[in-house]
């Protein structure tokens, strides 16, 4: 038995408090500590919140204790932990420190499906696990501040994960080419340079996103028309006309040529009757036009393979099947224009989403998407962002994990983020929070037996972070393991006070930026 540290003074639902032995000594009832509280054939843990003084006194303390679980004795095996209490404590039953075996067993990975990413933070010499299943069949969320290590914290669990599962399905949006040096050559990079998603993949929603831009309301929408009705007609002549109207549709994901799609709205704008109303057709076939012919946009509206059905080979190379020694594709969006990035991340979305509803479920291999800056794709406010993106994450969010289609949301604002989406969300990675507005949300969306916690959220250090939910046998405070310097993602802020010690940065340099500047490619010049 542990050090006694003094008895249950009153019990209080999810909370017990504790009146210290008067000789105590103060290291025994830090902050975060285990301790226990024995009786009948198990013995009740709890995990000191607070400390409190009573009547002005410094020596008169009470402790306050978070109720998280039960050690379950048994004479035939070896003791196990089980979440929930079943027999609370009665006042006056002595409260024992936690020692080393007990920690073994709250933590100890249960099966096979475990992987290590961390110490505890009271006890770095015990290790903190994650429980592979159940952290990814009922999603995950990754929250913190910038600079709080949660791109290395990302890249952790993904690589610890990957190195015990290497026929893994994951997709990671990343939005600042933060990733690709992290994975090797277990990731299949996809950024502007080699990005293939042609125009006929998009539904009619982003497509009007991407080509109806200015003019009033009443223009946009009457530019809607004509796009609806020129995307139908190029979709059914590539076909041939044997299709029936019924079998094609705006956004049956059939292919056709950007060409065509011009022919038809210069057809229909020569069967108008007077000149004056061509605005919106004129608009609209300008747009086409300019982005067609601009590079940035080629992966998109170039006319490429649409003399075959490229969806299966697309669909492949996203989703990783066959994982052809690649379990990881990254989706590099930096080089990707702003103004369509949105509408990229919504079709690649969808697409895997589609795919897993449609494919035959007893093969369908499981799915990650780990979806960054989640904030800026499924906003709190329904007003900002693109509304196909919004609702095809919060679908996956929804239903995924009917077909075997896992999320997790990274954000350094979980305030600014959709509170539908962030709830479907069963374990928590609470990193360093500052913001008050973030405070109050966060107590909103964890759980009871991990809001004694919230209070350190401001003041965690880097690489540490408070983990509840399905994931961990219990919500505990970590520190995440080192990644080599090499595996690092590139999130870090520049050093200036070394940069600026020489002058490093040299005409080629210059000349070099320029010249991906102007191609809108990162690819080195060959020599």
Request: hydrophobic share 40%.
């Amino acid at each position: 038995m542990g050090e006694i540290l003094g008895r249950v003074m009153t019990v209080a639902g999810s909370q017990i408090t504790v009146n210290p032995e008067a000789a105590l000594n103060e290291g025994s009832f830090r902050i975060g500590a285990m301790v226990k509280v024995p009786g009948g054939d198990c013995e009740v843990v709890a995990k000191i919140c607070a400390v409190q003084c009573e009547s002005n006194s410094s020596s008169a303390r009470v402790l306050v204790a978070d109720l998280l679980g039960e050690i379950v004795v048994s004479e035939e095996g070896p003791s196990r932990f089980r979440r929930g209490v079943t027999q609370h404590p009665t006042p006056g039953t002595p409260v024992v420190a936690a020692i080393d075996a007990d920690l073994t067993t709250i933590f100890a990975p249960l099966s096979r499906s475990n992987v290590r990413i961390g110490t505890l933070h009271h006890d770095a010499r015990q290790p903190a696990f994650v429980l592979v299943n159940d952290l990814l069949r009922k999603h995950f969320a990754v929250l913190g501040n910038t600079g709080s290590g949660k791109s290395c914290a990302v890249s952790l669990l993904l690589s610890a994960i990957l190195a015990d599962h290497p026929m893994a399905h994951i997709v990671l949006i990343d939005p600042h080419n933060e990733y690709g040096r992290v994975f090797g050559k277990a990731a299949e990079v996809i950024n502007v340079d080699n990005l293939q998603l042609p125009f006929w993949l998009f539904d009619f929603e982003e497509a009007a996103g991407i080509l109806i831009r200015g003019g009033t309301a009443q223009e946009q929408e009457a530019q809607a028309l004509i796009l609806k009705d020129a995307i139908t007609r190029a979709r059914r002549h590539y076909a041939g006309e044997s299709h029936a109207a019924t079998t094609l549709s705006v956004d049956t994901p059939t292919p056709f040529k950007v060409s065509d799609l011009v022919r038809f709205i210069s057809e229909a704008m020569g069967r108008l009757d007077k000149p004056d109303t061509s605005m919106p057709y004129l608009r609209l076939k300008n747009r086409v036009e300019s982005l067609r012919d601009d590079r940035r946009f080629s992966f998109m509206f170039s006319d490429w393979l649409v003399g075959q059905d490229a969806l299966s080979q697309i669909v492949g190379r996203l989703l990783r099947i066959p994982v052809s020694g690649k379990p990881l594709t990254i989706m590099d969006l930096s080089g990707v224009p702003s103004e369509i990035a949105d509408v990229v991340v919504s079709l690649s979305c969808r697409l895997m989403f589609d795919f897993a509803v449609w494919s035959d479920r007893g093969r369908m291999p499981p799915v990650l998407l780990v979806c960054e800056e989640a904030h800026r794709y499924v906003p709190a406010d329904e007003r900002i962002g693109f509304a196909a993106t919004a609702r095809a994450i919060t679908r996956i969010a929804r239903e995924g994990r009917k077909y075997g289609v896992s999320l997790a949301l990274i954000s350094q604002r979980p305030s600014e983020l959709s509170a539908q989406a962030l709830s479907q969300c069963g374990t928590i990675f609470a990193m360093r929070l500052a913001n008050e507005l973030d405070h109050g949300f966060m107590e909103k969306v964890m759980p009871d037996a991990a809001r004694g916690s919230l209070a350190t959220l401001s003041s965690l250090g880097t690489q540490e972070a408070i983990v509840c939910g399905e994931g961990v046998p219990l919500p505990m405070r970590i520190r995440f393991d080192d990644l080599p310097r090499g595996r690092r993602p590139r999130s870090e802020g520049a050093d200036f006070a070394k940069a600026w010690q020489t002058d490093s940065a040299d005409a080629a340099f210059r000349d070099e930026g320029v010249r991906r500047w102007r191609q809108q490619s990162r690819k080195r010049l060959a020599i």
